[in-house]
C-alpha cells in the first residue's frame, strides 16, 4: 500500500510564491507517474502538472505554464510544485497522485492510482 502526503500550502498575497511537496511512503512501484491536481470550492478536480519517472518529460494546464514548475527526486519518493506569480484563482485544494507501473505522463484523473488528502493554498488580492 502507497500513501502519499502533501505540505507546504498556506495563505500568501496575489504575486507571491509557494513550493508544494509530495511525499510517498510504504510500498512503491519500480515506476511511476507524479501529477499534481486542484479542486476549488464547487468545481471539479482539475488537472495542473504531471511529470514522468525520469523527469525528462512534463505536462502543465495553460492556465500554470510559466508559472508552476514540477520536479521530482525519485531517490526520496519526493515531488514538488513550485508555484510562482500566484493569482486568487489559483486558491483550490492541491493534490499530489501516483499513477503506478509506468513511466508515461497522464493527464487524467481517472488513470491515477494514488492520492494524498490535499493541502490548501489560498491566494489573497
Known amino acids: 500500500q502507497v500513501q502519499l502526503v502533501e505540505a507546504g500550502g498556506g495563505l500568501v498575497q496575489a504575486g507571491g510564491s509557494l513550493r508544494l511537496s509530495c511525499a510517498a511512503s510504504g510500498r512503491t512501484f519500480s515506476t511511476y507517474t507524479m501529477g499534481w491536481f486542484r479542486q476549488a470550492p464547487g468545481k471539479e478536480r482539475e488537472f495542473v502538472a504531471a511529470i514522468n519517472w525520469s523527469g525528462r518529460s512534463t505536462s502543465y494546464a495553460d492556465s500554470v505554464k510559466g508559472r508552476f514548475t514540477i520536479s521530482r527526486d525519485n531517490a526520496k519518493n519526493t515531488g514538488d510544485l513550485q508555484m510562482n506569480s500566484l493569482k486568487p484563482e489559483d486558491t483550490a485544494i492541491y493534490y499530489c497522485?501516483?499513477?503506478?507501473?509506468?513511466?508515461?505522463?497522464?493527464?487524467?484523473?481517472?488513470?491515477?492510482?494514488?492520492w494524498g488528502q490535499g493541502t490548501q493554498v489560498t491566494v489573497s488580492s
Open positions: 497522485a501516483a499513477r503506478f507501473n509506468t513511466v508515461f505522463i497522464s493527464i487524467r484523473a481517472g488513470e491515477y492510482d494514488a
